[in-house]
């Protein structure tokens, strides 16, 4: 009975990672996956588990896969587990967890960090980041369009506005010539004496009287002889 009692827990030390009986004087690690934690299938990943204690062993583990283990000693903070050729089936949650040399138990176990694979050669995330950027395109080259069209209506309204003025300049300038021309003739005829080309009894001559009354010889006055 002992000796069975002896065995559960000599095998429970040795496989995996047990909350029971985890320390919980070591601070917990860090998980994280490089280049990220979405890859297409085909492709590699790193996770890589961080502890603030060198001259460890890093355990890394997949949730709810119990016969998931991989363990790395490093002399250094960190280790990381390298996951190639990756599938579906490597899709899921993982974490990691660390212990000393002279330790039999697990720390605490890291967050836990999903991993995805997907079949698309572009990341979930690009295509709404490409929408993004167009987005900003669009919206930058709205405002330049609208920067740029009130300069060309104020140009606009200031043509319109100078070529009305023009055609009525040139429209008041032949009223103006035939008044000058009215006032020319006027003050003409004013100027020319009134008495010419006009008989005895003050009225204006035809030219045809005109040239007969100069045909007629003037009447000397009686007496001129003697």
């Not at 690690?29 to 890589?48: D, E, I, Y």
């Not at 010539?177 to 001559?205: M, V, Y």
Request: glycine share 10%.
């Amino acid at each position: 009975m002992i000796t069975g009692f002896l065995s559960l827990l000599c095998l429970g030390l040795c496989l995996g990672y047990d909350d029971e009986h985890k320390n919980d004087t070591l601070p917990r690690p860090s998980l994280h996956a490089l280049p990220g934690s979405v890859v297409r299938r085909g492709g590699n990943v790193t996770l890589k588990c961080q502890g603030p204690l060198q001259n460890v062993k890093f355990m890394l583990g997949k949730w709810q896969a119990p016969g998931y283990r991989r363990e790395w000693s490093s002399a250094g903070h960190d280790a990381g587990f390298l996951l190639t050729h990756l599938g579906p089936e490597h899709a899921g949650r993982y974490f990691c967890a660390y212990k000393t040399a002279g330790s039999h138990v697990w720390s605490e176990q890291s967050e836990h960090l999903r991993l995805e694979v997907t079949d698309n050669h572009d990341r979930p995330g690009a295509p709404s980041a490409k929408i993004d950027s167009r987005v900003i395109f669009v919206t930058a080259f709205s405002c330049l369009a609208i920067f740029l069209l009130f300069p060309t209506v104020f140009l606009i309204y200031r043509r319109s506005q100078s070529g009305s003025s023009h055609g009525e300049s040139t429209k008041s300038h032949p009223e103006q010539e035939d008044s000058d021309l009215s006032q020319q003739e006027s003050s003409s005829l004013s100027t020319e004496d009134p008495q010419e080309g006009s008989g005895a009894d003050g009225k204006r001559k035809t030219p045809s009287e005109a040239a007969a009354a100069a045909s007629v010889p003037a009447e000397e006055p009686p007496g001129a002889c003697d």
